[in-house]
């Protein structure tokens, strides 16, 4: 997700790893750039929702899109694999979940690919949403949950067959927080989760603010420690080149910058953007060709490492780095130029998030001296302030671990926690399990909800392991419930 734009330039100079948090678990933007044959057929439904399932004065309804693939299905009580959809469009998550569509025939399962409130086609207000607080205030958790759970309940009461179907949640994500939340508050509705690359913990007081930047610095380690040397020693040295208007005419036409290095709010926001292709290449390094993100080659970390395999100084630094950067956002050759805003595009999904990071989903970032990243503090007081400044809202940092039980959530069941090691988010994830039903998977190779994804020829031996695994918990949960007829 793009952060919203106003934000961008007041926590850029405060903290880029605060600027590049909340972009990091969505759509670059909402048209996806993929070009998917995936051929996976589903048709689309929407269903009328409130606006507040919490109070009972605001009797506004919206539209809530879902999407449903039945052909694989058993109409005799066949489960239900039900993906809580995260933030952006849910086509584009249904298109990236290629698993569910892989299990869905030995399971003989209804699919279904429910749309977050606030993104893609389930706009409460039209094109009032994002001009007025009072009009994004429906934008939480806890109301897209509800939403699920009305939803799952529409399905089962109107769907001939599925009155007894046991549903699974699935999520990647935020999507996952959604799916492993799902299980802990409505354990009625759904009988299991699987949350893959979701960092439940990665909230005020659970994890600590440096351990994701940390996690990234871990992963491009293992592709190459020169790269990691280089990049360290790149933000000193870019702020040593664009001292003078000659250097930041030299980083604008070595970079092929869409517009020139003007002012120092120009430079760092510039170097907040080298930051977050480097994070967006870690979350995305799958070991096949993907446009997850943006269209890259396999093990992408390794490709972009490949400029900057030997120690560079000086401008020779800069024209690495610029090969690096250009095999993120230039890897199909079609980039007239190179745009330091392009994280910023403001889509609707973009602004959605930018919204949830200012209210809930409050992910402490800072970046320690051990990482490749400029070091940077986190301060929940400046945070708050750019959010308010943003969004007239202020953040309250301890809501989503009262609500969610934080690291006590020992007492809860069924619920799958897998992480791919390379993913920088699998540093706010569970990684060790729980108790018998509260399972963690870690997939040593893999990046953010690699196991997720379609199977692939090029998959490796951990995650189709991950997977395996995933597929026999899912079955014991169902088998554990009333056996099937038909
Ligand atoms: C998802 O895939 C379908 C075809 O498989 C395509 O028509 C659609 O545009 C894709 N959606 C996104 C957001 O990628
Ligand atoms: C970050 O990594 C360094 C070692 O690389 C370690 O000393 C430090 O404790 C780590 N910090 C966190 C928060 O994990
Ligand atoms: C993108 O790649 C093409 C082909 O390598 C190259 O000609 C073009 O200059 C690159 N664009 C940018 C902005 O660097
Ligand atoms: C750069 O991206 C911004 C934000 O998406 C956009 O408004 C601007 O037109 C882009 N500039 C160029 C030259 O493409
Ligand atoms: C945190 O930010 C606030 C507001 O910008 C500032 O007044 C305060 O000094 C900062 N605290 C630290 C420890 O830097």
Redesign the pocket.
Known sequence: MAMNYALVPLLCCISIAVALYPRLLSPRNGN?K?S?????SYETFYLVQQVDHFGFNNEDTFKQRYLIASQFWNHHGGPIFFYTGNEG?I??F??NTGFMWDIAPEFRALLVFAEHRYYGSSIPYGSQTFKDPSKLNYLTSEQALADFAVLIRYLKSSIPGTSDSPVVAFGGSYGGMLSAWMRMKYPGTVIGALAASAPVWDFTGLTPCSAVMNTTTQSYLRASPQCVDNIRQSWSTIDKIAATVDGRNYIYNIFHLCSPLKTTGDVAKFKAWLSSAWFDLAMVNYPYPASFLEPLPAWPVKVACSPLGSPLQDKLLMQGLYKAVNIYFNYTGQAKCLNTSQDATASLGDAGWGYQACTEMVMPSCVDSSSMFEPTTWNFTSYSDSCYSSYKMRPRQHWVTTQYSGKNIGDTSNIIFSNGLLDPWSAGGVLNSLSDSLVAIQIPDGAHHLDLRAADKDDTDYVKAARTQEKNIIRFWLNSQKPLKG
């Open positions: 996806a993929a998917l044959t995936n051929g996976y469009d086509t584009w249904c298109n």
